[in-house]
């Protein structure tokens, strides 16, 4: 069936550090892939997305690359804050299934230290 | 941007007793919202679908006696964690599109069930 792997936290860093959250995919079809940020208190936020093979994702420094060789959707951020601590999800929506119905990996906190 | 919000966002209640969550979208009208569980250290696990108007439609494995929900307006969506009991209890979120199709989700802060 369809699933979502993402490597497991709590991923510490310090500031101005680079990060990088992997995160794979098992999915019939082509699968729309997505991260979203869930800030200390707040709801999920869409951080970034990709619809189709090779493209990139980006936001707020951070960026994603949909790579259907590796059934990958890794997040990267060149040089991250203490602003950015957050969990992050991975999320993949199959093309085969119903509308906006979203598979989630298991989140990875990030925790930033000044 | 689009806004959800859930209430309450604790909830601490006795076995056997029943609670309702509720879920409104407060800027846009949403003739769907999605459920989801959420255990702690695992990712949201999609529960069901509320549609507007209609009956739910529930995930595999998803107990619709135990777990009812009502879309009653387009812009409120119930669930009640009927009977309760403390494998109940999780954190309990809720989402909405606001534009019916599309790959936008907005979701809710999210409710802290605790069943004793």
């Known amino acids: 069936g369809n699933s979502v792997t993402q490597m497991e936290g709590p991923v510490t860093l310090s500031e101005e550090a680079f990060l990088t959250i992997n995160c794979t995919y098992t999915?019939?079809?082509?699968?729309?892939l997505f991260w979203y940020v869930q800030y200390p208190g707040e709801g999920l936020q869409l951080l970034l997305k990709a619809t189709k093979a090779d493209d990139k994702g980006s936001n707020k420094g951070f960026e994603a690359t949909y790579r259907k060789e590796t059934t990958s959707f890794h997040l990267e951020k060149g040089s991250v804050q203490v602003s950015d601590s957050a969990v992050y999800f991975c999320a993949l929506k199959w093309s085969g299934g119903a509308t906006n119905k979203l598979i989630f990996g298991t989140g990875t906190l990030l925790a930033v230290q000044p | 941007g689009a806004v959800v919000s859930q209430h309450p966002s604790r909830v601490i209640c006795k076995s056997g007793t029943s609670v309702k969550i509720e879920c409104r979208s407060l800027d846009f009208q949403a003739t769907t919202m999605f459920w989801y569980r959420q255990f702690p250290k695992q990712s949201l696990m999609l529960m069901a679908t509320s549609n507007e108007g209609s009956k739910a439609t529930y995930e595999q494995g998803v107990e619709k006696d135990k777990f009812l929900i009502n879309h009653a307006s387009l812009t409120l969506s119930t669930l009640t964690v009927t009977s309760a009991h403390p494998e109940d209890s999780s954190f309990y979120i809720c989402s909405a599109p606001p534009i019916a199709g599309t790959d936008t989700q907005y979701f809710g802060p999210g409710t802290r069930l605790t069943v004793l």
């Open positions: 999915a019939t079809g082509y699968p729309s």
